[in-house]
T-cell receptor
Framework: NAGVMQNPRHLVRRRGQEARLRCSPM?????VYWYRQLPEEGLKFMVY????????ESGMPKERFSAEFPKEGPSILRIQQVVRGDSAAYFC???????????????FGEGSRLTVL | KNQVEQSPQSLIILEGKNCTLQ??????????LRWYKQDTGRGPVSLTI?????NTKSNGRYTATLDADTKQSSLHITASQLSDSASYIC????????????FGTGTRLTVIP
């Protein structure tokens, strides 16, 4: 039973290019979360998705960033026209469907480290 | 404002010694509190998850406590090992909204031989 799979693990882009980060949740999980972590800082929420729906994108910059979780295939975090400040580790987490109130147990991937030159 | 604060920010201890990490929160209404361990360059891994009615929960050498009245939690590590060197993150969940997790910035623990 594979865990949350993220790829690529490392990505290098030049300023102005596009970055695409992929996340395959654990089997049976229908909720996906993306977080950004700058060096020596904590995890910052970006977006929460369920299949084909964005539930909460309050943590995601309005411009250049987008996320999707299609019916088939992995969730994708897309960053257009990257800038040096986008350099960070991007973590994906998944959880099973929630029962009752509160968030289900979160399982994290190993992260994708983006470096913008 | 919902916040999670952890202390100390960093900690260095000798191998074999015990240590305690603190987490104070103002999240309301409270649902649960989790402690995660994040090794350098890796994703966070869950250590414990505690609900309102739980005071103590152990996972091997890790013991978490929760005082819902004072809104404080601690993570106690017994007989530390070099592999315990990591960041320990406290995460509190409320009962409202779609994204209802509040992350602390973590305590960076270094265990030295």
């Amino acid at each position: 039973n594979a865990g949350v799979m993220q790829n690529p693990r490392h990505l290098v882009r030049r300023r102005g290019q596009e970055a695409r980060l992929r996340c395959s949740p654990m089997k049976g999980h229908s909720h996906v979360y993306w977080y950004r972590q700058l060096p020596e800082e904590g995890l910052k929420f970006m977006v929460y998705l369920q299949k084909e729906n964005i539930i909460d994108e309050s943590g995601m910059p309005k411009e250049r960033f987008s996320a999707e979780f299609p019916k088939e295939g992995p969730s994708i975090l897309r960053i257009q026209q990257v800038v040096r400040g986008d350099s960070a580790a991007y973590f994906c987490a998944s959880s099973p469907p929630r029962r009752g109130s509160g968030t289900g147990e979160l399982f994290f991937g190993e992260g994708s480290r983006l470096t913008v030159l | 404002k919902n916040q999670v604060e952890q202390s100390p920010q960093s900690l260095i201890i000798l191998e074999g010694k015990n240590c305690t990490l603190q987490c104070n929160y103002t999240v309301s209404p409270f649902s649960n509190l989790r402690w995660y361990k994040q090794d350098t360059g890796r994703g966070p891994v869950s250590l414990t998850i505690m609900t309102f009615s739980e005071n103590t929960k152990s996972n091997g050498r890790y013991t978490a406590t929760l005082d819902a009245d004072t809104k404080q939690s601690s993570l106690h590590i017994t007989a530390s090992q070099l592999s315990d060197s990591a960041s320990y993150i406290c995460v509190v969940s409320d009962q409202t909204g779609a994204n209802n997790l509040f992350f602390g910035t973590g305590t960076r623990l270094t265990v030295i031989p």
